[in-house]
C-alpha cells in the first residue's frame, strides 16, 4: 500500500524564522510529488517535482525532491503569519489511475 | 486552471438525514475526483466520477452510502446518505489539470464542511 509521512505533525515558530517541512513516502511506480498549502477547506497547488535535485521555487517557498531518499522538503524562508496553514504533500504513484495518496500534512502556526 | 464552484459551503445536518453537495467547473474534464477529509485527518479519495459511466470507489466507500452522478463533462454530486455523526468531514470535489511542468495537478472545490448531530 503507498503511503506519505510527513513531518513534523505540527510546527510553531516566530514570525522571520525559516522552516523546513518534510515529506517522505514509499511508493509503487512514483510519477510526482506535489505539495499544497490548506487555509480554510479547499487546498492550492504549491509545487509538482518529477526529478531529483532541482529545487522549485515560488517568492520564499522552495522545494526538492530526493528521489534516492525517497522525500521531499518544503522550505520557507522569513515566515509570515500569512503562511499559517497545513502543508499537505501527495504522491502520485499510479499509472493509468489518477489517484494522490496524501500525507496527514504539518500544521505550520507563525506567531506575530 | 480550472476554476470549481462547489455548494453547500457548509451544512449542519441531523443524523440519518441525506445531503448531496454539487460541483460545477468552468471547462470540461474527463474525471472528477471526490475527497473527504476527516477532522485532523488528509485527504481520501471517496471516488473518481467519470461521465457516462459509473463512478469508480476506493476501499472502504460504497455506492449506496456515497451515491455520485455525473451528468456531463462539467458537473457531478456527490450524495452523504443516511448520515452519521462520523460523516461529519470537509468533502472536496477535485479535478485534474496540466500544470506549467505536466500532468495530474489537482485543483479543488472550496469544500463543504458537513456536520452531523
Known amino acids: 500500500e503507498d503511503k506519505v509521512v510527513q513531518s513534523p505533525l505540527s510546527l510553531v515558530v516566530h514570525e522571520g524564522d525559516t522552516v523546513t517541512l518534510n515529506c517522505s513516502y514509499e511508493v509503487t511506480n512514483f510519477r510526482s510529488l506535489l505539495w499544497y498549502k490548506q487555509e480554510k477547506k479547499a487546498p492550492t497547488f504549491l509545487f509538482m517535482l518529477?526529478?531529483?535535485?532541482i529545487e522549485k521555487k515560488s517568492g520564499r517557498l522552495s522545494s526538492i525532491l530526493d528521489k534516492k531518499e525517497l522525500s521531499s522538503i518544503l522550505n520557507i524562508t522569513a515566515t509570515q503569519t500569512g503562511d499559517s496553514a497545513i502543508y499537505l504533500c501527495?504522491?502520485?504513484?499510479?499509472?493509468?489511475?489518477?489517484?494522490?495518496?496524501f500525507g496527514t500534512g504539518t500544521r505550520l502556526t507563525i506567531i506575530p | 486552471s480550472a476554476v470549481i464552484s462547489q455548494k453547500p459551503s457548509r451544512d449542519i445536518c441531523q443524523r440519518g438525514t441525506s445531503l448531496t453537495i454539487q460541483c460545477q467547473v468552468d471547462s470540461q474534464v474527463t474525471m472528477m475526483f471526490w475527497y473527504r477529509q476527516q477532522p485532523g485527518q488528509s485527504l481520501t479519495l471517496i471516488a473518481t466520477a467519470n461521465q457516462g459511466s459509473e463512478a469508480t470507489y476506493e476501499s472502504g466507500f460504497v455506492i449506496d452510502k456515497f451515491p455520485i452522478s455525473r451528468p456531463n463533462l462539467t458537473f457531478s454530486t456527490l450524495t452523504v446518505s443516511n448520515m452519521s455523526p462520523e460523516d461529519s468531514s470537509i468533502y472536496l470535489c477535485?479535478?485534474?489539470?496540466?500544470?506549467?511542468?505536466?500532468?495530474?495537478?489537482?485543483?479543488f472545490g472550496a469544500g463543504s464542511r458537513l456536520t452531523v448531530l
Open positions: 518529477t526529478s531529483s535535485g
Open positions: 501527495a504522491v502520485d504513484a499510479n499509472f493509468g489511475n489518477e489517484k494522490l495518496t
Open positions: 477535485s479535478v485534474e489539470g496540466t500544470g506549467r511542468s505536466g500532468a495530474n495537478v489537482l485543483t
